[in-house]
C-alpha cells in the first residue's frame, strides 16, 4: 500500500513540530509549504537526517508550490501571521483572511480529497473561510483547538490532583479564546466527576474555578512567558492526535472547530463541540444535554465567533 502524504501549509514553529511527529510516528510522506523560501527546504532536510538516529522511515520534502500537495491524505494549516504588539483584531483578521484565500485556493486546486485541519487564529473565523474559500465539503475541513483546550485543563487538574494526566479526562467546548466553556459536569477523574473528586481531595470550589480561568487564558500564558511567538509543542500533538483519528478511522471523540447546522441551536457555525473523527471525516457532532449556565457560557462563545464571521464577510466579498 502506497504511504500516505501528509501536507503542512505554513512551516513555522508549529509547522516544523507537525512534521516531526509525523514523521517519528511514520504516518506518511511530508510536504513541508511556506511562502518562505529556502526555509521549508532547509526544515525538511535537517527533520530528514533525524531519520538515521530517531530510525523512522518517512520522505520530507520543502517547498514554495501548491502543486508539490498533490493528493495529500490531511493537509494541516498553520500559515499565517500572529499577532504583534499594535496590531489590532481587525488587522490580524484582514490578513489570515487573506492567507486562507490563497491556501484555500491551493486545496482546492491541488488536494481537494484531503481532510483538512485549520490551526490558524482566530480560529473559529479562519476555519469557517478556509471551508468557504476552499470549497471542500463541511465534513473534511475541521479547526484544532479543542483538544488542546482539553488539554490545558487536564494538565492542571492532575497537577492540582496530583494524579495521572491519563485518568484525567477534560472537557472544553465553545470558541478558541477567553471565552471558551471549560465544561466540569463532563470532566472526570476516571470516571468520578472533577467537583466530586474535588470533595474528597479537600480542593475549595474556587480553586477548580482557577483552574478553569487559567485554562481559558492558557494560550496567553505561554505567549507571556515565551516573549516572541505562541504555543508549538501541544497545538502540534494535538492536531496530529486528529490526524491520526482520521487515516486510522479511529471514531475518537474529540472536541473540535467542527461546522454546526441545526445542534447547539447553531445554524452554520464552525464551534468547538465533541466530534467523532473517522474515516469520513467528522462524522458526527455529539449534542450534549448543558446546564443553564453552560448554555448561557456557550451562548457568549458563539456570539463572539459569530461578530468574527461577520467582520470577515465585511472583509472579503467573497464571504458575504
Ligand atoms: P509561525 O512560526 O509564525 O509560522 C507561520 C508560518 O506561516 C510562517 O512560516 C509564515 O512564513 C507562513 N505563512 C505566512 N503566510 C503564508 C501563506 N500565505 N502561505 C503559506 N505560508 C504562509 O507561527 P506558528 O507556527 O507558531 O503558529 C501558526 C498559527 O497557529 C498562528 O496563527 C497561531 O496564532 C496559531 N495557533 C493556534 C493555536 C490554536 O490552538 C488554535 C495554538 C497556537 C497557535
Avoid at 45 to 59: I, N, T, W
Avoid at 97 to 116: Q, T
Avoid at 151 to 170: G, H, I, M, Q
Avoid at 223 to 234: E, K, M, Q, R
Wanted: charge should be negative.
Amino acid at each position: 500500500m502506497a504511504r500516505k502524504k501528509i501536507a503542512l501549509i505554513g512551516s513555522g514553529m508549529i509547522g516544523g513540530t507537525l512534521a516531526h511527529l509525523a514523521a517519528k510516528k511514520e504516518m506518511g510522506d511530508i510536504v513541508l509549504f511556506d511562502i518562505a523560501e529556502g526555509m521549508p527546504q532547509g526544515k525538511a532536510l535537517d527533520l530528514s537526517q533525524c531519520g538515521p538516529v530517531e530510525g523512522f522511515d518517512a520522505k520530507i520534502t520543502g517547498s514554495n508550490d501548491y502543486a508539490d500537495i498533490a493528493g495529500a491524505d490531511v493537509v494541516i494549516v498553520t500559515a499565517g501571521v500572529p499577532r504583534k504588539p499594535g496590531m489590532s483584531r481587525d488587522d490580524l483578521l484582514g490578513i489570515n483572511l487573506k492567507v486562507m484565500k490563497a491556501v484555500g485556493e491551493g486545496i482546492k486546486n491541488n488536494a481537494p480529497d484531503a481532510f483538512v485541519i485549520c490551526i490558524t487564529n482566530p480560529l473559529d473565523a479562519m476555519v469557517w473561510a478556509l471551508r468557504e474559500f476552499s470549497g471542500l465539503p463541511h465534513n473534511k475541513v475541521v479547526g484544532m483547538a479543542g483538544v488542546l483546550d482539553s488539554a490545558r485543563f487536564a494538565t492542571f487538574l492532575a497537577w492540582e490532583f496530583e494524579c495521572s494526566v491519563k485518568d484525567v479526562n477534560a472537557f472544553v467546548l465553545g470558541g478558541h479564546g477567553d471565552t471558551m466553556v471549560p465544561v466540569k459536569s463532563y470532566t472526570t477523574i476516571n470516571g468520578i466527576p472533577v467537583d466530586d473528586y474535588a470533595k474528597i481531595k479537600g480542593v475549595s470550589a474556587s480553586r477548580i474555578d482557577e483552574i478553569v480561568d487559567r485554562t481559558r487564558k492558557g494560550g496567553g500564558e505561554i505567549v507571556g512567558l515565551l516573549g516572541n511567538g505562541s504555543a508549538y509543542y501541544a497545538p502540534a500533538t494535538s492536531a496530529i492526535s486528529m490526524a491520526e483519528a482520521y487515516l486510522g478511522d479511529q471514531k475518537r471523540i474529540l472536541p473540535c472547530a467542527s461546522y454546526v447546522e441545526g445542534k447547539y441551536g447553531l445554524d452554520g457555525l464552525y464551534v468547538g463541540v465533541p466530534t467523532v473523527i473517522g474515516a469520513g471525516g467528522t462524522e458526527e457532532v455529539i449534542e450534549i444535554e448543558l446546564s443553564d449556565e453552560e448554555k448561557g457560557n456557550l451562548k457568549v462563545s458563539t456570539d463572539a465567533v459569530e461578530e468574527l464571521l461577520e467582520a470577515c464577510k465585511g472583509l472579503d466579498s467573497d464571504l458575504a
